[in-house]
């Protein structure tokens, strides 16, 4: 049975085993705030290696209907410039900046790819497109082209974008930074912390099913040795980081996917994901460490693990 909890920043999070493999599913809202949690906190509470898959909505940019799969290749940052003048417009910074694209992992990418492939049910016959360009946004509304009563200087923005970057297909709005963070993330400069990051404190009030502890392991692991032994990893522990994004709004043709299409996808989609995630290949020596976690399986009283 998973081990769900729901944390009073609004966070669900449905934790087990799929296949036998441990996994983690986490709803984790929208923006890069929240992914930003997301990635830095699971990132401090696992040693080993870590594997995140963003799956989620987006708007379509390019000629596709709605329902279609979208596995990007990497992403750009679109953030609006809070230097520029948007009350009269008249400014020598643009009101948008966009950043450089930071790449999927590779493996990942394609592995993602593969497995929608695979698991596609015959009844779903809209397309998966790989290989494409990503933008996340800094908001809903003014970085996404999106016009409201407030003069955000936007109207040309979705063109000037697809000027600049022809492979661009999705606009939503947590790619980029998961990507981004797992990039740039190194080892030692967990090493180099000097205090523990504020994770001791239990959630307020928070919904856990079933009703116990979530782990006995009451020390932060250190993230950079392996679950067996507690060695140092050679090579250094990593984070690889894609996403398979559901074209929910075509910004093209206006199209909206409807609620009944929105569950076909969502089903078909998450169990691709999750047959990507356990067939890649990880050593046991660079997973977290099951005992005391809630992977642990316990069975007659006594701990027991199921191999991967």
């Not at 022809?166 to 967990?190: G, N, Q, V």
């Amino acid at each position: 049975m998973p081990f769900t909890l729901t944390s009073e920043r609004g966070f669900t999070t449905i934790t087990g085993r799929y296949k036998g493999v441990p996994v983690s599913i986490i709803s984790i809202g929208m923006g890069y705030p929240n992914a930003d949690f997301f990635v830095r906190e699971v990132r401090e509470c696992l040693n080993g290696d870590m594997v995140v898959v963003r799956l989620g909505s987006c708007g379509g940019l390019i000629d596709v209907p709605v329902g279609s799969v979208v596995v990007p290749k990497a992403s750009i940052a679109v953030t609006r410039n809070y230097d520029f003048d948007f009350v009269t417009g008249k400014s020598d910074e643009p009101p948008y900046r966009t950043s450089k694209p930071v790449l999927a992992d590779s493996i990942v990418h394609d592995a993602l790819v593969k497995s929608l492939k695979h698991t596609r049910p015959p009844t779903i016959t809209t397309p998966i497109v790989d290989h494409t360009l990503n933008a996340s946004a800094d908001s809903f509304y003014s970085s996404q082209g999106r016009q409201t009563s407030f003069p955000d200087h936007n109207a040309d923005l979705i063109d000037r974008l697809m000027s600049k970057h022809k492979d661009l297909a999705t606009f939503e709005m947590e790619t980029f930074h998961i990507l981004h963070l797992a990039s740039c993330w190194r080892p030692e400069a967990h090493e180099a912390t000097k205090d523990a990051p504020p994770l001791s404190r239990d959630a307020t009030a928070p919904s856990i099913y079933p009703a116990h502890p979530p782990s006995t392991q009451s020390d932060i692991p250190d993230v950079t040795t392996s679950a067996i032994g507690h060695q140092p990893l050679r090579p250094p522990p990593r984070i690889r980081a894609a996403a398979a994004q559901m074209v929910f709004a075509s910004r093209t043709s206006q199209d909206f996917i409807s609620p009944q299409e929105v569950a076909t996808i969502e089903a078909w989609t998450g169990r691709a994901v999750l047959e990507a995630l356990v067939g890649l290949a990880i050593e046991p020596d660079r997973l977290h460490e099951e005992k005391g976690s809630v992977w642990e399986i316990k069975s007659d009283g006594r701990d027991e693990t199921m191999p991967r």
